[in-house]
């Protein structure tokens, strides 16, 4: 296997064994955070001017879904603030090496919560409520918030992160599109594990604790549920835990067997279609129903856009498999080949969010100058006027993104399929989405 | 506890402190006056105290749209506000009382509603009522005892529009008063039923019923007036004074909808602002009633009150140009 093991690097492995550089990123991460929060609650209501929709929905928004879902997988997870007060109060220190005796009730997950439907479902509640959620500071604030107190909620309640491994509607689909990120945490040989006295890895000592994503390093194979927060780095005894340098969607070559995991593929993908359909789209009716929360047309939106994604197009393409006869059952075939879907839902996520960041960029500066909107200018940027940036480049790097998403999808398509069938229908499928969101977009 | 993780407690704690309490605490001390749009709340807070001779610092903020910002009766550029962005202005007021300020741009249909009073106390005086938002002295049209809401239409109208040139070569021997209290208390209608008893044309009557007008203004009170019509007015009334602003739609259907939930009140027929082109409306308005409803504003209608806002002389431009839909004036 062409791996490079990026923890060879003894700078690199220094910094993510160490726990002061990431604590230095989570306080920055975190103070930021629940400032975002209070800049929501009282700043101004009016959206393209507060602090927490455009440092939210603009700027972090195009940092995760243009470069760390890409390249770092779950990256942004290593340092995301919203599990970390919850955390830390779960295992009562910060640093420290966790009690033996738990603080808090510790409790298992049920078993049937034990799957990413939950995540599936507070992401759609997300996209339906996107309009009023991405342009009202109020609710952003409040969203925000929430998250940070259901999360310690949940940590008071269950044991490790149970708010990211099966609520947090962000960690659905950054763990479902880590799986094509050129970025892994693995185990450099399997026997030291299998011989390894205690798996520290995964139960905690004196070093560290057990891992808080509930997974066991050395039984992993995909990135989807490894938060990178590099604690089985300094639990491992053995230093049998490397950071590798991979091609690209490496992992997709395993076929998801899971339905929730296909779904939430489906879901990713018609998400994106709808949206581009909504925002960038020339249907006055159709913006106007998405963002009028609560209305009678808001309903039928919020039903069509549920219908799209869980009947329309999981339907049409159980249809499209059909007609090519294979060995196994039709179930494990839509699983295995939705994951063909994966690298081009990512490719529409990134061409459609490159319009939306790059119309709405100019913002950020003004924000960053006058972040509560009492008329600061800290960095003289207050004034910055609005201007949609870097629009010659705009519509060939979206055609790009989406002709490498289509070859992209094709060529998964060919891995995860039995041998024998025909990939042809998926490759008809994903090429007639391309099409439709290319002219959606352009 | 072993140091560093007392540190990084330290740290954290302090961090999310500062979070939270920084912006509360910047936040808190810097009052904004929110502007939005009268149906959701005009200005917030709609109350200024200040004092005679002190500096007014405000900072103002747009909620949703642009607004602007100007104080009745004051001598002040008025200023734009733009959303999410904060805009300073100082006011020094010389003489105590009440003041308005107002939205000086057409941000929707209450647009004129958005009105809020700032008071001012002078060292030792008392602030009375009014203030210096009241005119000096009563109103023509109270001592005239006018009934300003009675209907005032003229029965006659001319067939095309009175020139005051012709008016003025009719010569300036003509049966009329000339006194300014003459023009003001006479519409144009009454005017030519005072010249009944001249042998003039018809058309000739109302020529000289121009040039009265006429003579009665000033290029410079009707640029004023004009001036003041196309920032103030012109929004329902019309840019050419044909009641037929862009809001003057919406406000017909905003009177509609009130109508049907006003029961009993029927006969006020509101809303739909005046055509100043229809002659019989004009025609038949002394500038006295005219001065009474701009002053007053329309009561119900929505014609807002402008007498805290517009100078007395200020009202008397606007009457001089609204009388010029009506006449032809020698350029
Ligand atoms: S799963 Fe969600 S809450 Fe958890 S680290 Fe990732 S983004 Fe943050
Ligand atoms: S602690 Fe290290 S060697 Fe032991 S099981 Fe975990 S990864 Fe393997
Ligand atoms: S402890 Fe290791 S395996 Fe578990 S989430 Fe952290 S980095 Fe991933």
Redesign the interface.
Known sequence: MNRIELTRIPFIKNTLKSRYPQLAVFIVMLVGYIFAILAGLIGTPVGSHNFSIVFVWIAWWAILILVAVPFFGRGWCAVCPIPLPGEWLQRGAILAPPDKRPKWLNLRVPKMFRNIWMQNISFLLLALFSSALLTTPNITGIVLAAMLFVAIGLSAIFERRAFCRYLCPVGGFIGLYSQTAPIELRIKDKQVCVKCVGKPCYNGSDAGYGCPWDVFPGGMTKNTYCGLCMECIRTCPHDNIAVNLRPFSADLAKPTARLDEAFKAFIMFGAAMIYAGVLLGPWGTLKDAAYNVGTGAWFMYAVIFLAIIFIVLPGLFTLGIMTTKGRQSLKQRFMSLSTALIPLGLMFWVAFSLSFVLTNASYILAALSDPLALGWNLFGTANAAWQPMLTTILAPAQTLALVVGLVWSARTAQKVNEAGTSTIPVIVYCFVATSIMLWLLL | ??R??LI??I??IT??L???GA??F??AR?P?IHARMAEDGGWNPDVIQAETGKPLHL?L????VVHGFAVGQMDMQSVDIL????T?ITLTFDKPGIYTFFCTRWCGLNHWRMRGTIEVTGGSDIITAGGSSEPASVPLYVSLDLDIDAPHDSPVIPNEKPSAMNGQLLGANLPIDQSLDYYLSHSPYQVFTDLSDTSLTESQKWDAVAYLWQSNTTPESLANGKELYAQNCAACHGENGAGDGVFADDLAEAGEASMQTMEGATDMVMQTPVDFTDPSRILGASPALLQGKILRGGMGTGMPMWGVIFTEEQIWDLIAYIYSFQFEYQK
């Open positions: 506890m072993k560093p993780e990084s407690r740290l954290i961090g999310i500062l979070a939270v912006p509360l910047l936040w810097t904004l900072k903020t747009s909620d949703d959303p999410g962005k904060v300073e």
